[in-house]
């Protein structure tokens, strides 16, 4: 990847479009204390995630029932490792999907289509046939890619460097997200339980829609709306870079298809080269970043320390991601799905994450703005993260222990449990490391920075495709104990190593 590709000079700033925001958004207090556009990115964010983990929630379950009863006939371990290289395919996206907000569409517009691409994705997958699913979940991979790091990027933009609203707004933010975590797999399980996986994949496409209205309805309260990238390519080099992308594209798609008639590009081999293009991708993408004459000397020594959070991330969410894989295989066939006298389908399990993460987010940001300047520093906020993340699977170790077989059921309360301490540490780890690299971003490279940090979300589910693999041939207790204490042990690390992320992070407190 040649530094031209993915660099130009910034130009100016453009005033604000009329009728837009004030020139400083920092300045509105319009939602409870916050910024007015606040509510309009969470409410994206409500139900982008209402459609994406709706789907996810049962996408595993779908991939692993048999073809009799709709689904696809794969066994455990290989829909788990399907599951998680989607998910590698989607954060992957998401650096283009920086780059082309940066250089091409805008943020807002970079938003917007994405928004489109996902919805399209989820209404091919109510289309009951394989060759459907498969291309919805190549539409929602872009558009995820387009959305995501450019949404939170637009968060960012709303608040000033030092502004002591800005980790609060997050957890708001974050707090929207998982509104739609917990509200999309009681629809999408229920239906899926009740109607047919692709009457739950319905729902996404319809959540998704409405995400859209709210978007476009209240885009003047966004910072920074406006026709063209910030940092927009010249004239010349738009145009080959367009040329350049759609000509890729084809090459790709032709190349994919003679591969799989050749009987080359299997299944298995597309997730390992998933795998590996995730472990390529971030170290690429940092010496380059390192590299840019773009990049300032201060900005550079704030990059150090970024690769720290970087790595915690990577682990935390190589947990977090298999609360919609192997946790979600393990209630299916493992746990009661009877609380209280009530039955549910195990699809509601994902809904316990988003539940908790909804009660908690808003008591964190309350401490938060409580504690101001004194509240702790970000890098221990990702490690105290990362330890709850390996201590949620730690905890899977008691009840999975002592059967001989896999004829038991344990009690919902463990996984319920589990999802609390994982939910918790979620918290803790997403709107730190979201402000965070907001703050730390060099200033050409804003979106793009942070489609780095979803960069480890690429990463964490391109190991996750090879190590839940191992979820069939190796015992319950063993699996999940093992990659809880790897994941309490990196926390450690990072706490360990706070002195100089204190020193280095500068301006992040």
């Known amino acids: 990847m040649s530094r031209d590709t993915i660099e130009s000079d910034p130009d100016p700033e453009p005033d604000p479009e009329p009728g837009g925001p004030r020139s400083d958004p920092a300045d509105d207090h319009a939602f409870f204390g916050q910024p007015r556009g606040l509510l309009t990115l969470s409410g994206l964010e409500v139900w982008e995630r209402f459609s994406f983990l709706g789907m996810q929630a049962i996408l595993v379950l779908y991939f692993a029932d048999t073809v009799a009863h709709g689904g696809m006939g794969m066994s455990a371990g290989t829909a788990a490792s399907v599951s998680a290289a989607y998910g590698t395919l989607v954060y992957l996206v998401s650096v283009a999907g920086g780059w082309l907000a940066d250089r091409i569409l805008g943020s807002y517009r970079a938003v917007l289509w994405g928004g489109v691409l996902i919805a399209c994705g989820h209404y091919a997958m109510a289309v009951p046939t394989a060759a459907m699913t498969w291309a919805g979940l190549g539409l929602i991979s872009a558009g995820t890619g387009l959305l995501k790091p450019n949404v939170a990027t637009m968060v960012g933009k709303l608040y000033r460097t030092d502004d002591d609203r800005r980790d609060a707004g997050f957890a708001v933010y974050y707090m929207a997200i998982n509104i739609g975590a917990f509200a999309g797999p009681l629809i999408t399980g229920w239906l899926g339980d009740h109607q047919g996986w692709h009457w739950?994949?319905?729902?996404?496409?319809?959540?998704?829609t409405f995400g859209l209205i709210q978007y476009v309805a209240g885009r003047r309260h966004l910072a920074g709306r406006r026709n063209a990238a910030e940092f927009a390519l010249p004239p010349a080099a738009m145009?080959?870079?367009?040329?350049?992308?759609v000509l890729g594209l084809l090459a790709v798609a032709v190349l994919a298809v003679l591969l799989a008639a050749a009987g080359w590009l299997t299944m298995g081999r597309f997730v390992d080269l998933l795998t590996l293009i995730s472990v390529i991708a971030p170290v690429v993408y940092f010496a380059v970043m390192f590299r840019s004459p773009r990049v300032t000397p201060g900005e550079r020594g704030r990059l150090r320390p970024y690769i720290v959070l970087f790595l915690a991330s990577t682990v935390f969410n190589f947990i977090l991601f298999q609360a919609y894989s192997t946790m979600m295989l393990l209630a299916a066939s493992n746990a009661e799905t009877t609380i209280l006298g009530f039955d549910f389908p195990a699809g509601w399990y994902a809904s316990a994450l988003g539940?908790?993460?909804?009660?908690?987010a808003p008591v964190v940001a309350a401490l938060w703005v409580r504690m101001g300047h004194s509240q702790p520093h970000a890098s221990n906020k990702i490690a105290f993260g990362v330890v709850l993340g390996g201590l949620s699977f730690l905890l899977m170790v008691l009840p999975t222990s002592g059967h001989d077989n896999d004829d038991y059921l344990m009690s919902a309360w463990w996984i319920v449990g589990s999802y609390f301490l994982l939910g918790?540490?979620?918290?803790?780890?997403?709107?730190s490391g979201m402000s965070a690299t907001t703050k730390l971003a060099p200033r050409a490279f804003a979106s793009q920075t942070m489609s780095l940090w979803f960069l480890s979300l690429a990463l964490a589910n391109g190991i996750?495709?090879?190590?839940?693999?191992?979820?069939?041939d190796v015992s319950k207790p063993a699996y999940f104990g093992v990659n809880g204490a790897i994941a309490v042990a990196a926390g450690l690390l990072?706490?360990?190593?706070?002195?100089?992320l204190r020193r280095t992070m500068h301006p992040v407190h």
């Open 464 to 472: 996750q495709a090879q190590t839940v693999k191992l979820y069939d």
């Open 424 to 431: 918790l540490g979620d918290i803790l780890l997403e709107t």
């Open 355 to 360: 539940a908790f993460e909804v009660a908690l």
């Open 494 to 500: 990072v706490i360990a190593s706070a002195p100089w």
């Open 200 to 208: 739950g994949f319905s729902a996404a496409a319809v959540g998704m």
């Open 239 to 245: 145009r080959r870079a367009v040329r350049l992308i």
